[in-house]
């Protein structure tokens, strides 16, 4: 089921306890993109599916990545494209987004999403695994 946008905004918002929907969608758009260039194939597809059309197109034609990112560089490339974000509120952006996306996604697919990204972003999404 297909995530309506401003129900997505506000889930951000409430959990980056932002003061408006604007700092929840330039964040969710930042981080959407740099999971886009992460993410291949049907797991994209199917991501992208459950997402508000806007930000599924966003995830569908990201940002260019030369190599899968560590949780830690994610994060700071957040920060690069935030203005004013450190690397602490940027692990605040990605976490509310990326926890929104796990919920948007549910447990099967975000499985699937974890198994396309490198170790420790599990954490990123609110959804720590067993070790």
Excluded: K
């Excluded at 797991?43 to 059309?53: I, K, S, T």
């Amino acid at each position: 089921m297909t995530l309506r946008r401003e129900a997505f905004l506000d889930q951000v918002a409430e959990r980056a306890e932002y003061g408006s929907q604007q700092e929840a969608e330039r964040a969710a758009r930042v981080v959407l993109a740099l999971l886009g260039a992460h993410l291949v194939g049907e797991v994209r597809a199917q991501l992208a599916a459950r997402l508000p059309e806007g930000f599924a197109l966003i995830l569908l034609n990201p940002l260019q990545s030369a190599e899968p990112l560590s949780p830690e560089r994610f994060v700071r490339a957040t920060a690069a494209w935030i203005e004013g974000a450190t690397d602490q509120t940027a692990t605040w952006d990605v976490s509310a987004v990326l926890s929104t996306v796990a919920d948007a996604a549910g447990d099967e697919l975000l499985g699937q999403i974890l198994l396309q990204l490198p170790a420790g972003y599990d954490l990123l999404f609110g959804h720590p695994q067993p070790t």
